[in-house]
């Protein structure tokens, strides 16, 4: 797409509640998930949205405790404790009501809920590690990092009950089909050092391009590192965002006017994030979007002194790092 972008240099503070929020957005997304399809078997087996109470009160309770660092991390710490209960409780349901195993819409909302609580127990684990390292860079796999993407996206077009499906082969795409392509570029040949804040990020980015694209639309990225930085782009054919609200977008809880209508289960939070992220690591953000035409976003971070090849730092930078690191 041929876009003017628009460099974002700044948006209001926020608060120690919604700073911490906002760094576990990934997991009030999935929670929101959770309590969804919670709720549909609940109706499905006693058209209750409540019947499985003890699971929705769980998730609740998790929910509310994502703006308390702490809190957070104890649930992060206990996120077997939540699988098993919510397993538990839907095993139970399910055995409580007679041919409900067999019965198509219950059994695809069960494979869903089985899904998103295996990737709660991803993100769990990447919380405890970032509280651990905070801006630590960690080296993937190039084909276990997309597949994991697939992963998520998997889950994505789970959540829909048919109503889109996802592919990767533009050779396998229906006319109503979303067609992604994630490209991954290393430094070095088959894997790419990320920190695990800019993967969530990145997770973020897509799910929200997806989210404001029509089905049978695209979604391209790319990520790449090289000697001296990492840069993510990723570009979407969807509904665009108002040229005069570009800006106002990345602001905490703020949605462009013209998907003020769109049902979603987030809470407006991806752009911010991936703002402040990418201004925690020292870089820059851009966003080019056009109403109808679709939206690029883009980010670029130096990547920290002690990954640099010594051939591409200046001599003063590796003067730097010798007093840094010595």
């Known amino acids: 797409m041929n876009l003017n ?57 998790i929910e509310r405790d994502l703006r308390d660092p702490e809190a957070t991390l104890r649930h992060a710490e206990r996120a077997e404790d939540l699988l098993h209960e919510i397993d538990g409780s839907l095993a139970m349901a399910l055995d409580a009501v007679p041919g409900s195993k067999e019965r198509t819409d219950v059994r695809e909302s069960a494979e869903n809920i089985r899904s998103v609580l295996e990737i709660f127990r991803v993100r769990a684990r990447e919380i405890l590690s970032r509280a651990e390292a905070p801006e630590s860079w960690v080296e993937f796999r190039v084909d276990q990092l997309v597949a994991d993407f697939r992963q998520v996206f998997a889950a994505i077009e789970q959540n829909s009950h048919g109503r889109y499906r996802i592919t990767f082969n533009p050779n396998n795409r229906g006319p109503k089909d979303y067609y992604v392509n994630f490209q991954v570029e290393g430094a070095r040949p088959g894997y790419v050092r990320v920190p695990l804040i800019i993967k969530d990020v ?115 930078a590796r003067a730097c790092e010798l007093l840094v690191f010595a």
């Open 5 to 61: 972008e628009v460099e974002i240099r700044s948006i209001p503070s926020l608060d120690a509640a919604d700073s911490t929020l906002l760094n576990n957005h990934s997991l009030l997304n999935l929670l929101n998930v959770l309590q969804g399809e919670l709720s549909l078997v609940g109706l499905a087996l006693a058209n209750d949205t409540e019947f499985l109470q003890s699971a929705l009160n769980r998730c609740a309770q």
């Open 202 to 316: 990145i997770r973020d980015l897509m799910a929200n391009a997806r989210k404001y694209t029509k089905p049978g639309g695209t979604i391209s990225a790319l990520l790449t590192e090289s000697a001296d930085a990492l840069a993510f782009t990723v570009e979407d054919t969807g509904c665009g965002i108002p040229s005069n609200e570009i800006e106002q977008v990345v602001h905490f809880g703020v949605r462009g006017s013209n998907v003020a209508h769109h049902r979603t289960l987030g809470g407006g939070f991806g752009l911010t994030k991936a703002f402040l992220v990418t201004q925690q690591f020292r870089g820059r953000f851009w966003i080019a979007s056009a109403l109808d035409v679709g939206t690029r976003v883009r980010f670029e971070v130096p990547k920290p002194l002690a990954l640099v090849s010594p051939a591409n730092q200046s001599p003063s």
